[in-house]
């Protein structure tokens, strides 16, 4: 599986220890698109990267970290083609593979840990979606897109 990962300042260093968690996975490759220090950044400029490797198949999901999670995960969703899921729980973040079929994960830094933080992410690489009725849902959610 190829993840592309980014954060902003706010989660850089639960975005490195995101990508140890993502190493325990055989075939996995991790494109890591910053940022890499403290220094501050705009959240939406990773999001547009993290998100344009998913939408165009360079990635088969991606991993987007920032303070709270909320502005990346805002961000994201105004991208066609980007389902992401803001998950704080294990629950919440394989629902979002089995139900909704979510291409993107985002976390917040400033509010979980690692030990949490890497039981999320993987129930979300190991999540499959479920199909069936939700297929019928996502497809409505994507259908929104083309609305005015
Ligand atoms: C940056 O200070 C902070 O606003 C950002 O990391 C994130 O929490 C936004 O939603």
Redesign the pocket.
């Known amino acids: 599986m190829k993840i592309t990962i980014g954060s ?4 850089v260093t639960l975005k490195d220890e995101v990508k140890m968690v993502l190493r325990e996975f055989d075939d996995m490759e991790i494109k890591d698109v910053g940022t890499y220090s403290t220094d501050a950044v705009d ?1 939406p400029d990773i999001a547009k990267k993290v998100c344009a490797d998913v939408v165009s198949g360079n990635a088969d999901r991606g991993i987007l970290l ?7 995960t805002m961000a994201a969703n105004k991208i066609k083609g980007i389902r992401c899921a803001l998950c704080h729980d294990v629950y919440s973040a394989r629902m979002s593979r089995e139900h909704n079929n979510a291409n993107v994960l985002a976390l ?1 830094g ?1 509010v979980i840990g690692f030990g949490p933080a890497g039981e999320i992410v993987r129930a979300f690489i190991n999540g499959e979606f479920a199909g069936g009725r939700h297929e019928r849902r996502v497809k409505k959610i994507m259908a929104l897109e083309s609305e005015k």
């Not at 902003?8 to 989660?11: C, I, L, N, S, Y």
């Not at 920032?66 to 990346?72: D, E, S, V």
Request: hydrophobic share 20%; glycine share 36%.
């Open positions: 902003d300042h706010g989660a959240y920032c303070g709270t999670g909320i502005g990346m917040g400033r």
